[in-house]
Nanobody, 125 residues
Framework: VQLQASGGGLVQAGGSLKLSCAAS????????VGWFRQAPGKDYEFVAA????????LYENSVKGRFTISRDNTENVVYLQMNNLKPEDTAVYSC???????????????????WGAGTQVTVSS
């Protein structure tokens, strides 16, 4: 199983980017999908996740109100719309899939089974 993240790039502060995560496994709707990010010299940080049942997403506090996670099972894609980007959002963003049904556990990296290569997001001030 492979996940493919895309959509990263360079943007000025206040700008927007939309990341995509594509994988065939999403067609079954049996997986929750999360986004994590890693800034240079820092550990992985949870960003957002969408549960298997497509109910409201889960967000890290610093991105609430700015980022929106959504999924299109028809196209087997999960999106992360990022608005009002800040320099501190600069990082490599990776998507991952988890079979857990426990919403709170989606903040934990170890709950994810499948990972895709990251995409770089750079926000200039």
């Amino acid at each position: 199983v492979q996940l493919q993240a895309s959509g990263g790039g360079l943007v000025q502060a206040g700008g927007s980017l939309k990341l995509s995560c594509a994988a065939s496994i999403f067609a079954t709707s049996r997986y929750a999908v999360g986004w994590f990010r890693q800034a240079p010299g820092k550990d992985y940080e949870f960003v957002a996740a969408i549960p298997r049942n497509n109910h409201n997403g889960l967000y890290e506090n610093s991105v609430k109100g700015r980022f929106t996670i959504s999924r299109d099972n028809t196209e087997n894609v999960v999106y992360l719309q990022m608005n009002n980007l800040k320099p501190e959002d600069t990082a490599v963003y990776s998507c991952a899939a988890s079979s857990t049904i426990i919403l709170s556990s989606l903040r934990t990296r170890s709950m994810y089974t499948y990972w895709g290569a990251g995409t770089q997001v750079t926000v200039s001030s």
